[in-house]
């Protein structure tokens, strides 16, 4: 039969050599490598309490952007939806009243706006998509969780808060305590 | 006449024998496909259309067989007709295309760009026509003109800011109703679509002004920010209606019926009818008949894959079948959790396609009564 890599090897049959039947040497051997591993660098981290860095293109749990004034910036154009390939984002949008203008930046906002964090992939499809600046991966990591529905986010989980009533808020999320 | 002779005209290298007095346009949509230059005024339902918006220039190489002299400059092909022999170049012109890309950046001068908000997204002409033939970038740098929202009666909701004076409406609103209510004031850039002295517009018929509007400067208030149409499933369907022809598409999502409009050929047009007539509808149709039992259900609407209104929509798709149910021997999957139990969104006891207009925060507040 044809190969299909060049690297296969053919098992070695011959009966041990002396040298082999002794074992000793070889164990030896495998405790040395093992032994030295002592005086390596440690490559694992202790999570909770230590943190690796994150890439900067890191993708993790989304956030909805407000803008200087703390209105949404979501409009409800429906272009994340469309574009995520996991079909993770539903929405509903509703027109902007008279005197809501401090709440929403544009006339149409997003009165309901959901993630299925069970159904998302991370590919950041919709952060692309979007034309209003309003949502972002962050760098944190969707928390674990015993019961299904923890997973469905609204608007209140992915909102960011606030920068004029809740400046300090903001900051700590953004981890400039 | 006995024999009508037919003219030959030439357009991007394509033959075709046309009737005298078709326009350039016209025998250009006979052949299809890229050759016909895009329209955004032009209606062929609607008499007088077209000359208005320059999009679809085309350069005329030779003008006909007994006088074969090139047209000096490009011609609108909506208001120009043929001759015979006449040769024409459409996207194998660079001149047209040039020209074209400027008529874009022109008519996008006071264009919002609010796109993200515009009902009309997704089935804009404006959009495919800028995406086809327009440029990435614009050279104007000043205020934009902006015009208040303006209610056009009950039902029709009027973006000044987003028109680009097709002039389409007010032919409709002329030669579908017997009287005509509005129409265009001042000139040149403070022109706008207005009714005098805010006269709403009650005739059956104006509800497809909403249909023949190229862009989102008139939409309907009914469906307005209710879904994206990207989201929604057209399906035809006719009924019984006294007052028009009753062939409709039903936008749906779901069970709900969010909106209703005529039914559009490939051209954005509003169909013909077997009898030549053109399947305008009524307003009661259009805005009042929001359940499926008013209507019978033909089949799903044929969308052009390259519209993004198809996506999601297979067609001759095999769905495969349940086998967890044969293999568990009849015991059903338990299921683990009922999304509407944790959803907000799209819940069963609220329909969004039966608010009257456009939902507001009220809609969406549980702590307040619901008004139906």
Same mark, same amino acid.
């Given at each position: 039969?044809?190969?299909?890599?060049?690297?296969?090897?053919?098992?070695?049959?011959?009966?041990?050599?002396?040298?082999?039947?002794?074992?000793?040497?070889?164990?030896?051997?495998?405790?040395?490598?093992?032994?030295?591993?002592?005086?390596?660098?440690?490559?694992?981290?202790?999570?909770?309490?230590?943190?690796?860095?994150?890439?900067?293109?890191?993708?993790?749990?989304?956030?909805?952007?407000? @803008?200087?004034?703390?209105?949404?910036?979501?409009?409800?154009?429906?272009?994340?939806?469309?574009?995520?390939?996991?079909?993770?984002?539903?929405?509903?949008?509703?027109?902007?009243?008279?005197?809501?203008?401090?709440?929403?930046?544009?006339?149409?906002?997003?009165?309901?706006?959901?993630?299925?964090?069970?159904?998302?992939?991370?590919?950041?499809?919709?952060?692309?998509?979007?034309?209003?600046?309003?949502?972002?991966?962050?760098?944190?990591?969707?928390?674990?969780?015993?019961?299904?529905?923890?997973?469905?986010?609204?608007?209140? @989980?992915?909102?960011?808060?606030?920068?004029?009533?809740?400046?300090? @808020?903001?900051?700590?999320?953004?981890?400039?305590? | 006449?006995?024999?009508?002779?037919?003219?030959?005209?030439?357009?991007?290298?394509?033959?075709?024998?046309?009737?005298?007095?078709?326009?350039?346009?016209?025998?250009?949509?006979?052949?299809?496909?890229?050759?016909?230059?895009?329209?955004?005024?032009?209606?062929?339902?609607?008499?007088?259309?077209?000359?208005?918006?320059?999009?679809?220039?085309?350069?005329?190489?030779?003008?006909?067989?007994?006088?074969?002299?090139?047209?000096?400059?490009?011609?609108?092909?909506?208001?120009?007709?043929?001759?015979?022999?006449?040769?024409?170049?459409?996207?194998?012109?660079?001149?047209?295309?040039?020209?074209?890309?400027?008529?874009?950046?022109?008519?996008?001068?006071?264009?919002?760009?609010?796109?993200?908000?515009?009902?009309?997204?997704?089935?804009?002409?404006?959009?495919?026509?800028?995406?086809?033939?327009?440029?990435?970038?614009?050279?104007?740098?000043?205020?934009?003109?902006?015009?208040?929202?303006?209610?056009?009666?009950?039902?029709?909701?009027?973006?000044?800011?987003?028109?680009?004076?097709?002039?389409?409406?007010?032919?409709?609103?002329?030669?579908?109703?017997?009287?005509?209510?509005?129409?265009?004031?001042?000139?040149?850039?403070?022109?706008?679509?207005?009714?005098?002295?805010?006269?709403?517009?009650?005739?059956?018929?104006?509800?497809?002004?909403?249909?023949?509007?190229?862009?989102?400067?008139?939409?309907?208030?009914?469906?307005?920010?209710?879904?994206?149409?990207?989201?929604?499933?057209?399906?035809?369907?006719?009924?019984?209606?006294?007052?028009?022809?009753?062939?409709?598409?039903?936008?749906?999502?779901?069970?709900?019926?969010?909106?209703?409009?005529?039914?559009?050929?490939?051209?954005?047009?509003?169909?013909?009818?077997?009898?030549?007539?053109?399947?305008?509808?009524?307003?009661?149709?259009?805005?009042?008949?929001?359940?499926?039992?008013?209507?019978?259900?033909?089949?799903?609407?044929?969308?052009?894959?390259?519209?993004?209104?198809?996506?999601?929509?297979?067609?001759?798709?095999?769905?495969?079948?349940?086998?967890?149910?044969?293999?568990?021997?009849?015991?059903?999957?338990?299921?683990?959790?009922?999304?509407?139990?944790?959803?907000?969104?799209?819940?069963?006891?609220?329909?969004?396609?039966?608010?009257?207009?456009?939902?507001?925060?009220?809609?969406?507040?549980?702590?307040?009564?619901?008004?139906?």
């Amino acid at each position: 039969m044809q190969n299909l890599t060049h690297r296969s090897k053919d098992v070695d049959r011959r009966p041990l050599s002396l040298w082999e039947k002794m074992y000793i040497p070889s164990v030896a051997k495998g405790m040395s490598i093992t032994f030295g591993h002592m005086f390596k660098k440690v490559p694992t981290i202790r999570y909770p309490e230590e943190t690796r860095p994150f890439s900067p293109v890191f993708r993790g749990l989304h956030v909805l952007n407000r @803008d200087e004034e703390g209105r949404e910036r979501c409009t409800a154009c429906g272009l994340c939806a469309v574009a995520c390939p996991a079909e993770a984002i539903t929405m509903e949008a509703a027109e902007r009243k008279a005197g809501e203008e401090n709440l929403y930046r544009e006339e149409k906002y997003a009165a309901r706006y959901e993630i299925n964090m069970l159904r998302c992939i991370f590919c950041g499809l919709c952060e692309e998509a979007c034309p209003k600046d309003a949502i972002y991966l962050s760098e944190t990591f969707a928390p674990s969780n015993y019961a299904r529905k923890g997973f469905i986010y609204g608007k209140e @989980d992915l909102l960011i808060p606030d920068p004029k009533t809740q400046a300090s @808020d903001l900051a700590a999320a953004k981890g400039q305590e | 006449m006995s024999e009508q002779q037919l003219f030959k005209v030439t357009i991007d290298n394509i033959t075709i024998e046309v009737a005298p007095g078709t326009s350039i346009l016209e025998a250009a949509r006979k052949i299809g496909g890229d050759v016909a230059p895009p329209a955004m005024c032009f209606y062929s339902k609607l008499k007088g259309s077209g000359g208005k918006c320059r999009t679809c220039l085309v350069e005329v190489s030779k003008g006909s067989e007994k006088d074969p002299r090139p047209m000096p400059k490009l011609v609108a092909s909506c208001r120009t007709t043929v001759m015979d022999g006449m040769e024409v170049k459409n996207i194998t012109s660079e001149r047209v295309v040039d020209a074209r890309a400027g008529v874009v950046e022109m008519l996008l001068i006071n264009h919002p760009l609010d796109c993200p908000i515009c009902d009309q997204a997704g089935e804009c002409h404006l959009q495919d026509l800028s995406y086809e033939h327009g440029r990435e970038g614009t050279r104007y740098e000043f205020q934009r003109r902006t015009f208040e929202k303006h209610d056009l009666g009950e039902y029709i909701q009027l973006h000044m800011t987003r028109c680009i004076l097709c002039y389409r409406c007010v032919f409709t609103a002329d030669q579908l109703t017997n009287k005509r209510e509005h129409g265009i004031l001042s000139r040149g850039d403070h022109a706008e679509i207005a009714t005098y002295i805010e006269k709403s517009l009650d005739n059956d018929f104006i509800g497809n002004v909403i249909d023949v509007c190229p862009v989102g400067a008139l939409t309907d208030r009914t469906f307005r920010f209710k879904n994206r149409v990207w989201f929604l499933k057209p399906v035809d369907a006719h009924r019984d209606c006294p007052t028009c022809s009753g062939q409709v598409t039903l936008w749906y999502r779901g069970d709900e019926v969010f909106r209703v409009t005529a039914r559009k050929d490939e051209w954005g047009e509003v169909e013909s009818l077997p009898d030549g007539t053109t399947a305008w509808i009524c307003n009661t149709c259009r805005f009042d008949k929001k359940h499926t039992g008013d209507w019978v259900i033909e089949g799903p609407r044929k969308i052009s894959r390259h519209s993004v209104i198809s996506q999601g929509h297979y067609v001759g798709m095999h769905k495969p079948e349940e086998t967890i149910e044969k293999v568990l021997h009849g015991r059903k999957p338990r299921l683990m959790m009922d999304i509407h139990s944790v959803s907000q969104v799209n819940q069963p006891n609220i329909d969004l396609s039966q608010i009257e207009g456009p939902a507001h925060s009220d809609d969406f507040n549980p702590a307040l009564p619901k008004k139906d």
